[in-house]
């Protein structure tokens, strides 16, 4: 099974539709650039959302949902907004079908269901939030608004790519409202501290907290804040937003609130959002020749047993003993497979397990009964070891977190290895043709920032937040600069 | 608080609207028949999902996600269904937006971004998803497939409810495929049973199962099984529906597969689904003059504890009282709300909890801390009683099982009462007129059954299941009928 799985080096691109399809995470639709997100790859973004969800609790969040459609009137309100989504617009026009008059069973739209207004399709759902959130706060107790939606959002894109760039994605967009700039901007960095915290911790993927340059900002934000990673062809995949939207869309539809002093002001926002692409991050960083590779925290197996029948008189005793070590670890809150498929041979199913990226996969067979043993089998080291059976609960438990770390270091480690420190024009073009992130000065200017991403095709990624201050001189035009940016090609 | 809701008796639709207002369940959007479901309301439909998503996962089914949109040849594909749906709905054809031509600031749909077929919003997905398992289903060992998608969908609708009927909403659809028509049907039954067990045990809704008659079917079924609620005016409403759908979307989307016998077959069917309307019936079935009546079950607040302050000093001891009240019983898994404002008087906090429905209320005032008791009061009998201290743990726990089971009789007993036997058309009548479900006989014809709708407004809800077999003779024509059927208005 996994030699169906273009190796890495040969075609990266390939290596990762590849793995995609075998471990069966999703696969294209009939509707072009819309994916269907397959049940294993459903069951790991549940993982991802329910763990979010319960941080976005945690922080003082409540769920709620908006309309999937903006009236065109709402969507042209906050201007950058509007022109920084106009050109990828779903626009529905019509509410009802028709018989066509000459074809039978084929439809046309019914140009009687025109619509006085069109909708759109919600690219991201500031507009009717903000113009819902004008009849929901009138005074300062009224704040801060803390609201979250899981939902389908729909940007249409000419190049897709699975996960990565979909005309339909699913996501979950936080719109906060705050009395002062202050608390805005808390709930902005505060936001993104719960996703790099959730990045480095359950998708084990090392993240670089940063801020985005003014060519590279969310259309309609004063700041955006970002988390970046970096893919294993050494290109950045921007993981999670935060943006600061200072007054823009309050302005924009007309939300003020009494302050303490009882003077109307206009109130400061923040959204926030990750996405399904989180997958296709997730795949890129951990993922082998072999196929897939997944922390134990988003897997939804941990741990598969499998079962090595001898005959027939085998199979009874085999799986009790399987049976009872499932047990034993599904106490322990481990999701744990029984493969007692008959009609695949334990070389099928171990070849299966592994393009699926389950961390652990236990054998048994009668021998190991008969010595009271079991092998284990790590799915990211490809590390085999037999132990004793009545170790397996602690040894799993234990070896579970383990993985998670390893592979959180395995991943730091490579992008410390493909990270440069560069002084000129030259050597930056020599890390950008052969990939990873290169740390260099740049003049503060989008003339320089665009001039560099035409010349190399590298965007500035962001300006790291919490790195040292260091007065270095721009790469590409000599002018001074205080503190090093990370360029590198982007997903 | 309670005074801004409109009695039952005076305007049962209003007092409907008033409840969904004041407890802060939901709200018209900016955009036509389209809800915003505010977070005290997505908190209820929260609590029902992860309910429902257990049942499901535990009968096997696995999550996924399928497109949003549906091209107009895939919708035509199956004709009952694309007739049952297309005057209700929503085409996008454009994917662009641009400048308009002379008003600075507003757009218009891109005449250059014309889609070459259009795409219509999702009413229901059977099209988009058996032209998916098209491609899944080669042979019998790729069945059954049991596959579930939580989606948003959009069925136009012109006069539109809070909850009960909104352009777009918020459901479940399950979609299985299966190898003989026994093994569908026996799906379509075991999920009409998980529907009508959530009804009864979750939302405290007492159903009748049953067949739909051909008029009322699915667009594109062989058989509709559902189940039917009574509501406090005696209407119904339809809670949940299982389709067997037989080979129709198989053969409309050309998919079948190979038998053990090594032939090709068309595959068998199902869908099965519930949505945010079961928010309308859940408001309907409990509520009161005084606001909501939750069962505890989908209470995402169970018990909500206020403090009695009597001067400053009071704060600190009842607070700290309160406080341990409140983790001793969220050890049991009870979700409690502390009340600390102090902004707000007790009188004002009662009124609103009473109005957002929390099933139990406990209140303690230093005199209460002095003799080491505690105020229990109930929601839905507003009962009210004083217990030690000491006991409240238990007694709490024990109180939430039987609000839940005191709300279910009392709506078992409210359908009883409002259900008649009735033999001649005149009794029908009078039933009709003062609401409720009428038992009768009927021909078992759609003329018959249209033409009483059209006189009374009464439409059959559904064949009963598990009935006893009666003769008798149609109320309308006089005819011969083997079994009553009910007759109700509905939602």
């Known amino acids: 099974m996994s030699k169906l799985i273009t190796p890495r080096n040969e075609n990266y691109s390939e290596w990762y539709l590849d793995i995609i399809k075998h471990a069966g995470l999703a696969e294209h639709s009939a509707v072009k650039g819309c994916m269907v997100i397959k049940p294993y790859g459903y069951a790991i973004w549940e993982k991802m959302r329910d763990d979010l969800d319960r941080r976005f609790k945690e922080t003082g969040h409540e769920n709620a949902y908006f309309p999937l459609f903006i009236p065109k009137s709402l969507f042209e309100a906050e201007e950058k907004n509007a022109e920084g989504f106009a050109k990828e617009c779903a626009v529905v026009t019509h509410y009802r079908l028709k018989n066509h008059p000459t074809e039978k069973g084929k439809l046309i739209a019914d140009p009687d269901s025109r619509l006085e207004e069109e909708l759109i399709v919600r690219p991201t759902s500031e507009a009717v939030i903000w113009n819902t959130y004008k009849n929901w706060i009138q005074s300062y107790r009224d704040l801060p608004l803390l609201i979250n939606q899981w939902a389908n959002v729909v940007r249409w894109e000419m190049r897709t790519r699975l996960f990565l760039r979909t005309a339909e994605f699913l996501w979950q967009e936080g719109h906060t409202a705050h009395a002062t700039a202050e608390e805005a901007m808390q709930e902005t960095r505060q936001m993104l501290e719960v996703y790099a915290d959730f990045a480095e911790k359950v998708l084990a993927i090392p993240v670089i907290k940063g801020i985005k340059t003014e060519n590279e900002r969310f259309a309609g934000a004063d700041e955006t804040f970002c988390i ?24 924009a539809f007309d939300v003020k609130f009494l302050n303490k002093e009882n003077k109307l002001e206009y109130v400061w926002g923040t959204s926030w959002g990750v996405s399904t692409r989180l997958m296709g991050a997730l795949i890129m960083s951990h993922s082998d020749d072999s196929g897939l590779v997944l922390p134990p925290k988003v897997a939804p197996i941990q741990v598969v047993i499998v079962p090595i029948y001898k005959g027939e008189e085998s199979f009874a005793r085999l799986n009790e003993a399987c049976d009872n070590i499932a047990k034993s670890l599904k106490k322990q809150g481990i999701s744990v497979k029984l493969d007692f498929r008959e009609t695949q041979t334990p070389g099928f199913k171990f070849a299966e397990w592994e393009v699926k990226g389950v961390p652990i996969r236990l054998a048994l067979g009668l021998r190991d009964l008969e010595n009271q043993t079991i092998e284990v089998a790590r799915r990211d080291t490809k590390n085999k070891t037999t132990i004793p059976l ?39 073009k020599e890390v950008m043709e052969k990939g990873g992130f290169a740390l260099a000065h740049w003049d503060g200017t989008t003339e320089t920032e665009l001039k560099i991403k035409e010349e190399t095709k590298a965007t500035i990624r962001c300006i790291p937040l919490n790195a ?13 600069s205080s503190q090093r940016v990370i360029f590198a090609q982007a997903y």
């Not at 970046?228 to 302005?251: P, R, V, Y």
């Not at 977190?401 to 440069?420: C, D, G, H, P, V």
């Not at 007065?471 to 002018?479: H, L, V």
């Open 390 to 428: 009545q170790d397996v609960e602690g040894y799993v438990s234990n070896l579970l977190e383990q993985i998670q770390q390893s592979i959180y270091q395995k991943a730091l480690e490579f992008r410390e290895k493909n990270t440069f420190e560069v002084n000129t024009y030259e050597e930056f």
């Open 468 to 480: 040292r201050k260091e007065t270095g001189k721009c790469i590409y035009t000599g002018k001074p």
């Open 228 to 251: 970046e990673a970096m893919m294993q062809d050494g290109k950045a995949l921007q993981a999670g937003t935060s943006h600061f939207l200072g007054q823009n869309f309050a302005k």
